[in-house]
């Protein structure tokens, strides 16, 4: 019976093996190499990981991605829960302002970068533009240092925020009457009725939508590169921009592969914390 269900499961394996298991081995391989782009190789062991972390702009690099989840992650779940909070009462026309609220995360996240690039155009972008109407100084936006991760967690907020209002709006969705009732009878004001009653109530689904941007925030790469490419300098070069340097312009594939581990490795405990904390939490 044992060997009859095989026969099933034994496509499976094979993709799995062939699509995940396979290439991570691979990846930890290559990383214990002095790996060359002509395909000759050192195996030097644990130095590629070592060397890794003796390197400043590696390090950078891991307080950039810091930062930019940080801003991309803040930002889109506090105006999602907001705008969720509008969206789940009933006005005129809703269905239709809903349609377009979500319409950023429906583009892809390249024509989205190219779209902002030329609004972040310090003398042709139509920001600098809309700050000079109101009387503000323009800004380089994502050509300065100081501005540049704000600037693209900005474009990160605008096109996820959607995402994080439907999640939320369907955790709202969800929960009972009775505790608003009582609080109306009460005399509860709308702020104390959202604060101690729908915030508490919802925020399990809120950890859900932080869980799910903090992992595209940490991966995001296709936008960054299109408007930045970790510029100006090294001031947006977040791992993955370093990691596809060191591959694919500096062509340290052994270097790089440390690097993939090494993200994987950081990954994989943010994920286990989150978990952990999930457990451990009481929410109501």
Do not use: C
């Not at 499961?9 to 699509?19: E, H, K, M, R």
């Not at 062991?45 to 991605?65: K, P, S």
């Not at 009732?181 to 939508?209: C, H, K």
């Not at 490419?229 to 062509?251: C, D, R």
Request: cysteine-free; aromatic content about 14%; hydrophobic content about 55%.
């Amino acid at each position: 019976m044992g060997r009859r269900y095989a026969w099933f499961i034994a496509p499976a394996v094979v993709v799995t093996v062939a699509v995940i298991i396979f290439p991570w081995m691979f990846t930890v391989f290559m990383s214990m190499h002095d790996w060359q782009v002509t395909g000759a190789r050192t195996f030097i062991g644990f130095d590629n990981y070592v060397n890794a972390f003796r390197d400043a702009r590696f390090l950078q690099a891991i307080g950039r991605t810091a930062t930019y989840a940080l801003f991309a992650v803040s930002m889109p779940v506090v105006l999602g829960t907001a705008a969720a909070t509008v969206f789940h009462h009933e006005f005129p026309l809703r269905g239709l302002l809903r349609g377009i609220f979500i319409m950023p995360m429906m583009a892809t996240p390249v024509a989205v970068a190219l779209v902002w690039a030329m609004m972040f155009h310090p003398q042709l972008g139509v920001l600098n533009y809309l700050l000079k109407s109101v009387g503000m100084p323009p800004s380089l936006w994502v050509y300065a240092p100081g501005t540049v991760l704000p600037a693209l967690a900005m474009v990160e907020t605008w096109q996820w925020t959607p995402l994080v209002m439907l999640i939320v709006l369907g955790g709202l969705a969800t929960l009972p009457v009775e505790p608003y009732e009582s609080a109306r009878i009460d005399g509860a004001a709308p702020w104390q009725t959202f604060v101690y009653i729908t915030l508490p109530l919802v925020m399990p689904v809120i950890f859900v939508a932080v869980v799910l941007r903090t992992i595209d925030a940490l991966k995001a790469f296709d936008l960054i590169f299109t408007i930045t490419q970790g510029g100006p300098g090294t001031a947006s070069e977040t791992l993955n921009i370093f990691l596809y340097l060191k591959a694919f312009s500096f062509y340290q594939i052994g270097q790089a592969s440390a690097v993939v581990v090494i993200f994987f490795a950081l990954i994989v405990a943010l994920s286990l914390g989150s978990l952990y904390l999930r457990e451990r939490t009481r929410w109501a």
